[in-house]
């Protein structure tokens, strides 16, 4: 069964403006940590930004901030202001407690200028 | 610095041949992983070291092994590569297994 799920294969936005990026998760855990990677052309992989479940407070670094909501397990990626550089795969992940990391299939965000 | 690096970031090789992946981090993390990803972007997690122990191991066929020399290292072997086996490697290091892990660029494997 897939545990997180990313229902926007693809999404586009207009350079300077605001996308946002879904993320489901499934888990009876009440102790976890979630995560958005991005991934450019160039294949790194790069951590963009961090939750803790036991964190109200959404998390935001810069540009991108998330909607963190725990009791419909929801963690979308608003990225504003939107940048050529912007362009990547997106990776939703979940961690519970001391176990592996689970990613969620990716969303292919393309900027147009 | 590079903090996870891995080599070669190409490999191409032909069926049936052994070959080893290197992955290094000086990062001074404790836990070290390899992911798989495949065509269709799909990320899955092979391996993980904690402390020279291994801690997770997926259902991955036992040609893959991991080889941990010390803590900054986890090398990742194939024996008698398969077509299948072709994809893109990633090795990845996090201070704690709760932490977020850090990425080396990727070892994009070719089996012809």
């Known amino acids: 069964a897939q545990t997180v799920t990313q229902s926007q294969p693809e999404m586009s936005v207009q350079e300077a403006e605001t996308v946002t990026l879904s993320c489901t998760y499934d888990?009876?855990?009440?102790?976890?940590?979630l995560f958005w990677y991005k991934q450019p052309p160039s294949r790194q992989m790069i951590l963009v930004i961090r939750?803790?479940?036991?964190?109200?407070q959404n998390a935001t670094e810069n540009r991108f901030s998330v909607n963190f909501q725990k009791a419909a397990k929801s963690f979308s990626l608003k990225i504003s202001d939107s940048q050529l550089g912007d362009a990547a795969m997106y990776f939703c992940a979940y961690r519970p407690g001391n176990n592996d990391m689970r990613f969620g299939a990716g969303t292919r965000l393309t900027v147009k200028p | 610095d590079t903090a996870v690096s891995q080599t070669p970031k190409y490999l191409v090789t032909q069926m049936g041949n052994d070959k080893s992946i290197k992955c290094e981090q000086n990062?001074?993390?404790?836990?070290m992983y390899w992911y798989k990803q495949d065509s269709k972007k799909f990320l899955k997690i092979m391996f993980s070291y904690n402390n020279k122990e291994l801690i997770i191991n997926e259902t991955v066929p036992n040609r893959f092994s991991p080889k941990s020399p010390d803590k900054a290292h986890l090398n990742l072997h194939i024996n008698s590569l398969e077509l299948g086996d072709s994809a893109v490697y990633f090795c990845a290091s996090s201070l704690h297994m709760t932490y977020e892990q850090y990425f080396g660029p990727g070892t994009r494997l070719t089996v012809t």
């Open positions: 888990t009876s855990e009440s102790d976890y940590y």
């Open positions: 990062l001074g993390h404790d836990t």
């Open positions: 939750q803790e479940a036991y964190k109200q």
